[in-house]
Antibody, heavy 123, light 112 residues
Framework: QVQLVQSGGVVEKPGASVKVSCKAS????????ISWVRQAPGQGPEWLGW????????HNAQKVQGRLTMTTDKSTSTAYMELRSLRSDDTAVYYC????????????????WGQGTMVTVSS | DTVMTQSPDSLAVSLGERATINCRSS????????????LAWYQQKPGQPPKLLIF???TRESGVPDRFSGSGSGTDFTLTISSLQAEDVAVYYC????????FGQGTRLEIK
């Protein structure tokens, strides 16, 4: 079945970096972009960025510009998200999500989601 | 960014009754060249990721029960559950993909 499986939860100190992985299976990895979405406790989801699994093009939300890097490894059908200079308000569940292919590039809905990775930023 | 505002924040409905959730966007989501509204609805249960229910404002995702329907155009949209079932207890979110994706704040649906 189509699924995205993410790496486990982490606790990091302010100023550190975190890297989350997202392994896709059950479909052709290069046919759908991957977006990263986070959800702080009790809040609605927040879109962070998109990466094309075809050519690596990417687009980030302004809020994380300069701190977020997304990459993919086509050989293992895995996407990665690295967030640097962590702050306490980065504490959230981070999801990878498959772009449904409705709109161009990052303008899309999300039809398959990973299980989520809890990132806690605390001194 | 396009701001998505949902109402109400929470809603309690009796089993078998209709539930209606509203979503308003700060700009029109109707793209004139294809006459499509770039609006999706999701359901999220505790400890789970969001699940796509509806896209293009009114198209049900495969496998979604037909008691879920979406309507609206431009800036005002509605998700309707025609006959509430116990498994529909969840938080519901709207999301626009006309510009950089943004989500509503969520509507918590409970059983009365």
């Amino acid at each position: 079945q189509v699924q995205l499986v993410q790496s486990g939860g982490v606790v990091e100190k302010p100023g550190a970096s975190v890297k989350v992985s997202c392994k896709a299976s059950g479909y052709t990895f290069g046919n759908h972009g991957i977006s990263w979405v986070r959800q702080a406790p009790g809040q609605g989801p927040e879109w962070l960025g998109w990466i094309s699994t075809y050519n690596g093009n990417q687009h980030n939300a302004q809020k994380v510009q300069g701190r977020l890097t997304m990459t993919t490894d086509k050989s293992t059908s895995t996407a990665y998200m690295e967030l640097r200079s962590l702050r306490s308000d980065d504490t959230a569940v981070y999801y990878c999500a498959r772009n449904a292919g409705l709109g161009p590039q990052w303008l899309d809905a999300f039809d398959v989601w990973g299980q989520g990775t809890m990132v806690t930023v605390s001194s | 960014d396009t701001v998505m505002t949902q109402s109400p924040d929470s809603l309690a409905v009796s089993l078998g009754e209709r539930a209606t959730i509203n979503c308003r966007s700060s700009q029109s989501l109707l793209y004139s060249s294809n006459n499509k509204n770039y609006l999706a609805w999701y359901q999220q249960k505790p400890g789970q990721p969001p699940k796509l229910l509806i896209f293009w404002a009114s198209t049900r995702e495969s496998g979604v029960p037909d008691r879920f329907s979406g309507s609206g155009s431009g800036t005002d949209f509605t998700l309707t559950i025609s006959s509430l079932q116990a498994e529909d207890v969840a938080v519901y979110y709207c999301q626009q993909y006309y510009s950089t994706p943004t989500f509503g704040q969520g509507t918590r649906l409970e059983i009365k």
